[in-house]
């Protein structure tokens, strides 16, 4: 069937003109796939839009490069979530990494994207560093061994549905438990016009549980409001907001979007009304 398809957010639509190419419904959630004119083949989950092939990279190399052109060590990874397999194709960019373990709830999600969307986890899903496990990221975070990770990555839906325990603050307890000295947090943290207040209570408890937490903004053309966030947090210092020039050297030429100097800007892009609400 074609036509538009859309994401509908609080009396807006969000839309690309294409074709339903897979429907179904999984223990978890309903699975859409399409090809759509402008950005290829993409993916949504209940309803809303996840990522699609040509515009992906606003996403990934967002949530990805900050938090590993910043921590002290990234030998080990740990991804919540990400089961199209963009954000590990990111992290693998990185010669430091040596493990990455990916958790995602739904086998599906990860069939179908390697099945429609093969571009997008590219290389990842046969890279020896990268050992997958379908299951619940919940869990593994509660059951994980302390300082065991020095990058921890959430790369899940929007706090709803198998999504929603991933923003409350014992899963962040969890999070800031298992990382290694010196190592970063990252979690896409919504948009602060469309989930406004969905947004600042992630920055809120961010710095309530770490010692450091910021926002950085950037752009996600189809997800609600195109305007979007992911929010960077650590133990000993914000060491998120600048790059490693040695890391960023290595995989700057490969990014689209990303680079040293457009990570400073998206840190230093706070709207005035997160501001206020961050100082309440
Ligand atoms: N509103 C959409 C939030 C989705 C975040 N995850 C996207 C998955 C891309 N790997």
Not at 53 to 73: D, K, M, T
Not at 237 to 248: C, E, F, I, N, T
Request: glycine fraction near 12%.
């Amino acid at each position: 069937m074609s036509g538009w398809i859309d994401e509908e957010h609080r009396g807006v639509r969000y839309g690309l003109a294409g074709v339903s190419l897979v429907e179904e419904t999984s223990p978890f959630q309903q699975i859409s796939v399409i090809r759509s004119e402008r950005y290829g083949r993409g993916l949504l989950l209940d309803g809303c839009w996840m990522t699609a092939e040509h515009q992906e990279r606003h996403y990934h190399e967002s949530l990805v490069h900050p938090a590993l052109c910043g921590a002290e060590a990234i030998e080990r990874i740990l991804v919540i979530g990400g089961g199209d397999g963009g954000t590990a194709r990111e992290c693998l960019r990185h010669n430091g990494v040596s493990h990455l373990d990916l958790v995602e709830i739904d086998g599906r999600v990860i069939e179908l994207s390697r099945e429609h969307l093969p571009g997008i986890g590219g290389s990842a899903w046969s890279d020896p560093r990268f050992h997958l496990t379908v299951g619940d990221g919940i869990a593994w975070v509660a059951e994980a061994a302390d300082a065991s990770y020095d990058v921890v990555l959430v790369d899940g839906s929007d706090p709803a549905g198998p999504a929603e325990g991933l923003f409350n603050r014992s899963f962040f307890e969890h999070c800031r438990r298992i990382l290694r000295p010196g190592g970063v947090f990252a979690t896409q943290s919504e948009s602060p016009e469309a989930f406004r207040d969905v947004h600042i209570a992630i920055v809120k408890l961010l710095r309530e549980v770490f010692h450091h937490a910021d926002p950085l903004y950037g752009w996600v053309p189809m997800y609600p409001s195109g305007w979007w966030s992911w929010t960077f947090a650590a133990l000993d210092s914000p060491r998120y907001l600048k790059a490693r020039p040695d890391r960023a050297a290595t995989i700057a030429g490969g990014c689209e979007i990303w680079t040293p100097r457009w990570q400073e800007g998206g840190f230093a892009a706070m709207p005035a009304f997160v501001e206020r609400a961050l100082q309440q």
